[in-house]
Nanobody, 123 residues
Framework: QVQLVESGGGFVQAGGSVKLSCAALGRTFSSYTMCWFRQASWKEREFVGYISYSGSRTYYGSSVKARLTISRDNAKSTVLLQMNTLKPEDTAVYYC????????????????WGQGTQVTVSS
């Protein structure tokens, strides 16, 4: 069982940056691929990016690839998302999710989800 808690959302001006954190409660965090998804109220959930359980591999969605960095600290059971040059279309609830070992961009293959954190980008 893994519990995920996101933090760090808020209001950001276009062109700014945001850093989100996802803290995991559980003993086997280092066994999980960690992923970020986002969902705007009028859109379907969108893959943002994932990092492998060891941190050696990352994969980012095409709409954010040039602006995104995902990292993790297995000793602290934390995964971080940093996104730069924010745009109004980045406004969404950002969710972190965990899947044991499996590298995937499909939301339905993630076993555990956080409650989400709102990021609002103003123009």
């Amino acid at each position: 069982q893994v519990q995920l808690v996101e933090s760090g959302g808020g209001f950001v001006q276009a062109g700014g940056s945001v850093k989100l954190s996802c803290a995991a409660l559980g003993r086997t965090f280092s066994s999980y691929t960690m992923c970020w998804f986002r969902q705007a109220s009028w859109k379907e959930r969108e893959f943002v990016g994932y990092i492998s359980y060891s941190g050696s591999r990352t994969y980012y969605g095409s709409s954010v690839k040039a602006r995104l960095t995902i990292s993790r600290d297995n000793a602290k059971s934390t995964v971080l998302l940093q996104m730069n040059t924010l745009k109004p279309e980045d406004t969404a609830v950002y969710y972190c999710a965990a899947a044991k070992y499996y590298l995937t961009a499909k939301a339905n293959e993630y076993d555990y989800w956080g409650q989400g954190t709102q990021v609002t980008v103003s123009s």
